[in-house]
């Protein structure tokens, strides 16, 4: 039997712009952490980068036409700040901001609502250099660097995220120095986490500051913990991922506190008043959602957390992630009560890597990313049946694209993307989205 999402659901799909811009070199933007992290020996599987990625800063046109043909409500991109800002603080580049609005007018065009996040991991890498996240001092910078893009694209743009992800950000980033700028450390990654949070809270007052008439909110992703075992250390190792994961970001920005067993830790980086800045009442809640995490404890990692395969026979995609749509349920149903409460969620990423293949007759038939879309939309209808009021849903991605550490090989895309030709192609989960999003009924299976 069909079942249909509420009126005025909203559509969308999410990209960034170091996964698909390219044009690292052009038009003037500055070089950012991820440059500089590619560049680096083993970093990035196959020595890649996103140098020329999709190339999407030249080919904007046809991936805005293929937003169009999807009859998608909302389209989620971020702006690259070393692009605005080459320098990271002053100068501004006239022709980012150029960019932006010609992308952002195209896709109003096309009748969609563009939503920016302003920070999904491309540092300017001159702040690196003086301490990024590490530094208090970025955290200024970043609104000044939020202010000015509101003042150029506010009149256009209604919806603003300060930040994806930012636990992503600041534990691979600056904890477990996989991610750019590849710092190792406990208190490194406490110190990110900080000034992070302050930054989301300097950013939203100095947009609010700006216009008065935005939706302002920040992403964050929720990836359920539970112990690997029932032995204690993993308990505890458990307790402590959730707290880093899932709740070093919406707790202090919500709730005006950090997360137990951290709290006492990250209590001397703040100075006084820095609670009040960083709690600001959002206009929406949003999150990404993946998978679940089975945690043992890894006593070589700098907060003695790890995570397990997960268990034989569980269903898989290609990045080993569990397929979990239960999960993504709960998850919303605990987003009502600790955070949201009435605001509007919004998950803002969902979706999943295979390994595609073009059919000899041009086709790509990926059933599996059919399967999961129809799964983890099944969780979604049942939160909203059981009142979460869930505003949207954004599919992780638009078109293939860089996947960080993996580079090029994991494919998340609705629509296929040919690195030799950079040809575009969609897939036949681009179709089943668009039946969705142009208002067809919704079949389980
Ligand atoms: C999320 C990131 C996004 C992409 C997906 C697969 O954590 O926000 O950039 O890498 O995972």
């Known amino acids: 039997m069909a079942e249909t999402f509420p009126e005025g659901f909203l559509w969308g799909t999410s990209t960034a712009a170091y996964q698909i811009e390219g044009a690292v070199k052009e038009d003037g933007r500055g070089p950012s952490i991820w440059d500089v992290f590619c560049g680096l020996p083993d970093k990035i599987e196959g020595g890649q980068s996103g140098e020329i990625a999709c190339d999407h800063y030249h080919r904007w046109p046809e991936d805005v ?28 580049n006239e022709k980012g901001f150029e960019f932006y609005e010609r992308l952002v007018d195209a896709v109003l065009e096309a009748g969609i609502e563009p939503w920016i996040c302003l920070y999904h991991w491309d540092l300017p890498q001159a702040l690196e250099d003086r301490g990024g996240w590490q530094n208090r001092d970025t955290a200024f910078w970043f609104a000044e660097y939020a202010q000015s893009t509101v003042r150029r694209l506010g009149d256009r743009v209604r919806h603003w995220a300060t930040f994806s992800e930012p636990n992503v950000a600041s534990v691979l980033g600056y904890g477990e120095g996989r991610h750019a700028p590849g710092i190792r450390g406990r208190a490194s990654a406490l110190k990110a986490i900080h000034v992070m ?6 950013g939203v007052a100095a947009i609010r500051a700006e216009r008065a008439d ?4 920040d992403i964050y992703n929720f990836h359920p913990c539970e112990p690997a075992s029932e032995c204690e250390e993993d308990e505890i190792a458990a307790r402590m991922l959730d707290a880093l994961w899932n709740r070093s970001f919406p707790d202090p920005q919500l709730l005006g506190k950090y997360p137990e067993p951290l709290a006492a830790e990250i209590a001397p980086l703040a100075a006084p008043g820095d609670f009040d800045i960083i709690k600001q009442t959002p206009d929406y809640f949003a999150f990404n959602h993946y998978t679940r995490m089975r945690v043992c404890r890894d006593p070589d990692h700098p907060f003695e957390v790890g995570t397990m395969p997960p268990p034989p026979g569980a269903k898989v995609t290609d990045m080993g992630w569990e397929i979990a749509p ?10 009502k009560e600790r955070y949201a409460g009435d605001l509007p969620v919004y998950i803002l990423e969902n979706g999943a890597a ?37 505003g949207g849903y954004f599919v992780w991605s638009l078109i293939d694209n860089f996947e960080w550490t993996f580079g090029y090989g994991k494919r998340f895309g609705l629509v296929h993307v040919d690195y030799q030709t950079l040809d575009r192609r969609p897939k036949d989960s681009f179709h089943f989205y668009a039946e969705l999003a142009h208002g067809a009924g919704f079949e389980r299976e």
């Open 214 to 217: 935005l939706m302002i909110g």
């Open 65 to 92: 036409a293929l937003m169009r043909e999807l009859g998608l409500g909302a389209y989620r991109l971020s702006t690259a700040w070393p692009r605005l800002l080459p320098e990271g603080r002053g100068r501004a």
């Open 197 to 202: 949070n302050l930054a989301h809270g300097l």
């Open 354 to 390: 295979f390994a595609d293949s073009v059919d000899a007759d041009g086709q790509i038939r990926d059933a599996d990313r059919i399967a999961y879309l129809r799964g983890y939309l099944g969780a979604v209808l049942d939160a909203i049946g059981k009142g979460v009021p869930v």
């Open 326 to 335: 239960e999960a993504l349920y709960a998850v919303l149903l605990e987003v």
